[in-house]
């Protein structure tokens, strides 16, 4: 039997024991049949044996509010623009006030509309009143610069990134810092472009380069921004790169080795120890931000190496979660030491990543709930059926969902109290899975064909 499989995503054959060279252990998974990347229209179950119980919570403090990223804003103010995954702080949070909650009887007013012709899920970020967006057309990756207003084309940047179509071409967000404009191609090209003219300043090929390797559906993790430094997952020999932002030179490779995990890295400190957090294939580990050095690791294994949503930090803890019936876990960090605090499935996120406030988790869920956790001990607050795999971000106290299968989005109050629906609509419709953003009083939704912009105000 021949099983379709998804984007970032991913019978019965043989089981192999592999061990990551200095890296986690991979418990036995299942192999797929082939390579290329699809999905299917309901996750692959999880092997029979990465199925796991709960684990009761440690008796340990509960952690405070995730540590900011380095995503920084150096034009205009973050209120005002969404410039790398996740925003500008990396959390999922945008700090914009007194927008429009009406939404049943003044739903958000659509500004402008484009056709994406990646067939895709790589989603926008926004600075400089632009949209930036990469898509895709013949064996071209596309990166498209388009004025937040209009949504007209102000520039396009082409670049040879040939592959088979496999629910789409371009699966990372292009990143904003400082006049420059950083992409990175599912085959791992890594391009710095001139914000203004769209130009090519430097580029630099993760595979061949860096002796990196990329996941089975290829790379999909945008690389962050850390004062001079750009920070990008690999795979391979290493399991990350920092590189000198303004030339593309190898600064440091470390980390753990082997398969790339499909979300970017994180920079926290945890236990006065500034790190890089990483989600790789097989584990999630901690990187000394000046030397790459490998602080501490944990395994955490998925079906087809699948690890896809972005780790959440908070205090001295991390959050994980993957699909394919794996679930979630939070992880103690003391120095070298990871412990585990808690697991379960009542978060299991394919690729998106949930949002962190006041001590709560807020996020999708296969089969297709919308989960309020407490990150202390795992505990659900609510859950919500009807967002199949959407994203979420969070804005004034609401979170904007989005139904992933049939493209509602949905705003809901932020308050474990209760699921507690203040509005929604339906601005593209189709199969969402992208998450939304937020920047300059705007929603930017995008389904597999077309880019939306509307007014939140």
Same mark, same amino acid.
């Not at 207003?149 to 904003?176: F, I, N």
């Given at each position: 039997?021949?099983?379709?499989?998804?984007?970032?995503? +991913?019978?019965?054959?043989?089981? !192999?024991?592999?061990?990551?060279?200095?890296?986690?252990?991979?418990?036995?998974?299942?192999?797929? #049949?082939?390579?290329?990347?699809?999905?299917?229209?309901?996750?692959?179950? =999880?092997?029979?044996?990465?199925?796991?119980?709960?684990?009761? #919570?440690?008796?340990?403090?509960?952690?405070?509010?995730?540590?900011?990223?380095?995503?920084?804003?150096?034009?205009?103010?973050?209120?005002?623009?969404?410039?790398?995954?996740?925003?500008?702080?990396?959390?999922?949070?945008?700090?914009?006030?007194?927008?429009?909650?009406?939404?049943?009887?003044?739903?958000?007013?659509?500004?402008?509309?484009?056709?994406?012709?990646?067939?895709?899920?790589?989603?926008?970020?926004?600075?400089? &009143?632009?949209?930036?967006?990469?898509?895709?057309?013949?064996?071209?990756?596309?990166?498209?610069?388009?004025?937040?207003?209009?949504?007209?084309?102000?520039?396009?940047?082409?670049?040879?990134?040939?592959?088979?179509?496999?629910?789409?071409?371009?699966?990372?967000?292009? %990143?904003?810092?400082?006049?420059?404009?950083?992409?990175?191609?599912?085959?791992?090209? !890594?391009?710095?472009?001139?914000?203004?003219?769209?130009?090519?300043?430097?580029?630099?090929?993760?595979?061949?380069?860096?002796?990196?390797?990329?996941?089975?559906?290829?790379? =999909?993790? #945008?690389?962050?921004?850390? /004062?001079?430094?750009?920070?990008?997952?690999?795979?391979?020999?290493?399991?990350? =790169?920092?590189?000198?932002?303004?030339?593309?030179?190898? !600064? +440091?490779?470390? &980390?753990?080795?082997? *398969?790339?995990?499909? /979300?970017?890295?994180?920079?926290?400190?945890?236990?006065?120890?500034?790190?890089? %957090? %990483?989600?790789?294939?097989?584990?999630?580990?901690?990187?000394?931000?000046?030397?790459?050095?490998?602080?501490?690791?944990?395994?955490?294994?998925?079906?087809?190496?699948?690890?896809?949503?972005?780790?959440?930090?908070?205090?001295?803890? $991390?959050?994980?979660?993957?699909?394919? /019936?794996?679930?979630?876990?939070?992880?103690?960090?003391?120095?070298?030491?990871?412990? %585990?605090?808690?697991?379960?499935?009542?978060?299991?996120?394919?690729?998106?990543?949930?949002?962190?406030?006041?001590?709560?988790?807020?996020?999708?869920?296969?089969?297709?709930?919308?989960?309020?956790?407490?990150?202390?001990?795992?505990?659900?607050?609510?859950?919500?059926? &009807?967002?199949?795999? &959407?994203?979420?971000?969070?804005?004034?106290?609401?979170?904007?969902?989005?139904?992933?299968?049939?493209?509602? $989005?949905?705003?809901?109050?932020?308050?474990?109290?209760?699921?507690?629906?203040?509005?929604?609509?339906?601005?593209?419709?189709?199969?969402?899975?992208?998450?939304?953003?937020?920047?300059?009083?705007? *929603? !930017?939704?995008?389904?597999?064909?077309?880019?939306?912009?509307?007014?939140?105000?």
């Amino acid at each position: 039997m021949r099983l379709r499989r998804t984007l970032i995503v +991913w019978g019965s054959a043989m089981v !192999l024991v592999v061990l990551t060279a200095g890296g986690c252990p991979k418990p036995p998974s299942t192999v797929p #049949p082939d390579t290329g990347q699809t999905a299917p229209a309901s996750p692959a179950p =999880a092997a029979a044996n990465q199925q796991v119980a709960a684990i009761s #919570p440690a008796p340990q403090t509960e952690p405070t509010q995730a540590a900011p990223t380095t995503r920084e804003v150096s034009t205009g103010e973050a209120s005002r623009d969404w410039p790398a995954f996740r925003g500008a702080r990396g959390d999922g949070i945008s700090p914009l006030k007194g927008i429009n909650k009406n939404w049943n009887s003044k739903p958000p007013k659509v500004l402008w509309q484009i056709r994406m012709s990646d067939r895709g899920y790589a989603g926008p970020s926004v600075a400089e &009143g632009k949209v930036f967006i990469l898509d895709h057309t013949g064996d071209q990756d596309i990166v498209r610069a388009l004025d937040l207003e209009t949504g007209k084309d102000l520039w396009t940047h082409q670049y040879k990134q040939p592959s088979k179509y496999d629910h789409g071409y371009s699966h990372a967000t292009p %990143v904003y810092y400082d006049g420059r404009l950083y992409t990175l191609g599912r085959l791992g090209t !890594l391009n710095c472009l001139d914000v203004r003219s769209g130009s090519k300043l430097w580029s630099v090929d993760l595979a061949s380069d860096l002796k990196g390797k990329h996941p089975t559906w290829g790379y =999909a993790g #945008p690389p962050i921004i850390d /004062g001079e430094k750009l920070v990008v997952g690999t795979g391979g020999t290493a399991g990350l =790169a920092a590189l000198d932002r303004k030339t593309g030179k190898v !600064l +440091w490779t470390g &980390g753990v080795g082997g *398969l790339a995990g499909y /979300g970017p890295p994180v920079k926290a400190t945890i236990s006065g120890k500034a790190q890089y %957090v %990483v989600f790789g294939g097989s584990c999630v580990y901690g990187v000394d931000v000046a030397s790459g050095k490998t602080l501490w690791q944990t395994p955490w294994s998925t079906s087809y190496d699948v690890n896809a949503s972005t780790p959440v930090v908070a205090g001295n803890s $991390v959050f994980i979660t993957s699909g394919y /019936g794996t679930g979630c876990e939070l992880v103690k960090v003391s120095g070298a030491q990871a412990e %585990v605090a808690w697991r379960n499935k009542d978060i299991q996120s394919h690729f998106n990543s949930p949002v962190y406030l006041d001590g709560y988790l807020y996020g999708t869920s296969d089969p297709g709930n919308l989960v309020c956790m407490s990150i202390k001990d795992g505990r659900v607050a609510w859950k919500q059926s &009807g967002f199949e795999k &959407g994203g979420v971000a969070a804005v004034d106290g609401t979170i904007v969902a989005v139904d992933g299968k049939g493209g509602d $989005v949905v705003m809901v109050s932020a308050s474990p109290s209760g699921y507690k629906e203040l509005g929604r609509f339906k601005p593209l419709g189709g199969q969402s899975w992208s998450p939304p953003v937020i920047a300059e009083g705007k *929603l !930017l939704i995008r389904n597999t064909t077309a880019l939306a912009c509307l007014d939140l105000k």
